[in-house]
């Protein structure tokens, strides 16, 4: 038991690192999407690959953030109720919303969107309409929000019973 709760805590510790090292694209996002007006206007050129790869990074960002979200409990949810419960039950609660709602979730998105992900990376199909290289990207993020999603459920499930952690 003792081997499972340290390969749970290393996987958390990765998980986690991956989380906070995905909350570092927002600064590239956010000066990739400033640029573009002046790109258009100024350059003339360049905005358009500018907004692709600003939608390759926001796609990545999002895919942590879901995770990210829910390591810190910041998800919107109705705890009007909730907050009337013992911690220990809270934390019950949590760990079989993991097992019941989030783990399913995941497991289906995967499922669905694996053929449509890995041909367009085999692909390394790249945006419509502008033809850039990246848009496999977009796609690939999906199945990474998913298998994060799943790897955090499987760690609240199966972390020890701590009130509020």
Not at 4 to 13: L, N, P
Not at 23 to 47: H, M, T, Y
Not at 67 to 74: D, E, F, N, S
Request: net charge positive; aromatic share 10%; proline share 5%.
């Amino acid at each position: 038991m003792r081997a499972i709760a340290g390969m749970v805590a290393v996987v958390d510790r990765a998980l986690g690192m991956l989380v906070r090292a995905g909350g570092v694209l927002v600064l590239p996002v956010s000066l990739l999407l400033f640029l573009q007006w002046p790109l258009r206007e100024w350059v003339q050129a360049f905005s358009r690959e500018a907004n692709d790869l600003a939608q390759v990074l926001f796609a990545l960002y999002v895919a942590l953030a879901v995770t990210a979200a829910t390591r810190r409990q910041a998800h919107l949810a109705a705890d009007a109720l909730a907050r009337r419960y013992a911690a220990t039950t809270r934390a019950r609660l949590r760990r079989i919303a993991a097992v019941v709602v989030l783990l399913p979730w995941a497991a289906f998105v995967l499922w669905s969107a694996w053929p449509i992900v890995m041909q367009s990376a085999r692909q390394l199909e790249s945006f419509p309409d502008t033809f850039n290289p990246g848009y496999f990207m977009l796609k690939v993020a999906v199945a990474l929000m998913a298998l994060a999603v799943a790897v955090q459920a499987l760690v609240t499930a199966m972390r020890s019973p701590e009130p509020d952690d």
